[in-house]
């Protein structure tokens, strides 16, 4: 299975799972570990014809989907979509807060199961979604989509995402550097966890106006988005292997954090507790030595 809702079977299983695994939204590493294995997936597949199950996503699956056949030529992420490109057009999916992609042989029918994706080959792709905000769309080649305008590049992206950038877009800003980073207009798939992480990493304070974070800071702090992202799509990367085990473990979230979550708790770097608050609408710790 490859999607959001293996955090929560693990969870019910009454695995180990730490408490910082409770995101309850798959990130930019858990889409990026899902469009590596679909890719592997339909690598030289031809999609013979897709078969809608149930209307009731986000908003309804487009008639158009239905032309969405041939051969696939890629699987790309953007931000936290996944593009399915075929001759067409493509294939849009956001996996929402539930949303998995998995390989489904004749009888393997779930509740919840959205949508059938035929290959020629006679395999079966399911996308299930129990919570249902995901999206499924079809993009005809040539069109754009509004989900895709207006992003900012992509932070693994090393030509686009630059200290120069994020100097330039940091100029004059007082909004907090941590609500600067998590703005995909500014940069994408920066989610509240990887922020926290990589300004401690950077010794930034998250509520610091991002026009007073000095340059050299943003330097580090362009690596260390990198950096943790980096971390965690090996994480994921290297566990979701074995993906057509479907409903199988997955490695998601399992690297230490160093703060998110850790409020109150001892620095890592200084022994000192953890504060934490309210920064860009979202829960945030950080520490008061450490980070400046
Ligand atoms: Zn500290």
Not at 43 to 55: H, Q, S
Not at 61 to 66: C, F, M, T
Request: glycine share 14%.
């Amino acid at each position: 299975m490859l999607g959001g809702d293996t955090q929560r079977g693990k969870a019910q299983a009454g695995r180990s799972t730490p408490i910082a695994s409770m995101s309850g939204m798959p990130e930019l590493p858990e889409v990026e570990t899902v469009a590596r294995g679909l890719a592997r997936l339909l690598e030289g597949a031809v999609v013979a014809r897709i078969e809608p199950l149930r209307a009731d996503l986000r908003q309804p699956i487009p008639a158009a989907l239905s032309t969405a056949t041939g051969a696939v030529r890629a699987v790309r992420r953007r931000a936290k979509y996944l593009l399915i490109e075929l001759p067409g057009g493509a294939i849009l999916c956001h996996l929402g807060m539930t949303g998995s992609w998995r390989l489904a042989p004749a009888g393997d029918e779930r509740g919840h199961d959205h949508c059938l994706v035929h290959l020629a080959d006679g395999r079966r792709l399911a996308y299930r979604d129990p919570r249902r905000f995901g999206l499924l769309d079809w993009i005809p080649a040539g069109a754009a989509h509004p989900a895709l305008a207006g992003l900012g590049p992509e932070p693994l992206d090393e030509a686009a995402f630059t200290p120069g950038y994020l100097a330039a877009a940091c100029r004059g800003r007082r909004s907090a550097i941590k609500a600067l980073i998590m703005d995909q207009a500014q940069v994408v798939g920066v989610g509240n966890i990887y922020a926290q992480e990589a300004l401690f990493r950077a010794g930034i304070r998250p509520g610091r106006a991002a026009g007073r974070v000095p340059r050299a800071r943003l330097e580090v702090l362009v690596a260390e988005i990198r950096a943790v992202l980096t971390a965690a799509i090996a994480a994921g990367g290297s566990t979701i292997s074995d993906f057509r085990q479907a409903g199988g473990e997955h490695g998601w979230f399992q690297q230490q954090h160093l703060v998110y979550g850790r409020g109150g708790q001892p620095c890592a770097g200084c022994g000192s507790r953890l504060a934490s608050g309210v920064i860009a609408g979202r829960g945030t710790t950080w520490c008061a030595r450490c980070q400046r």
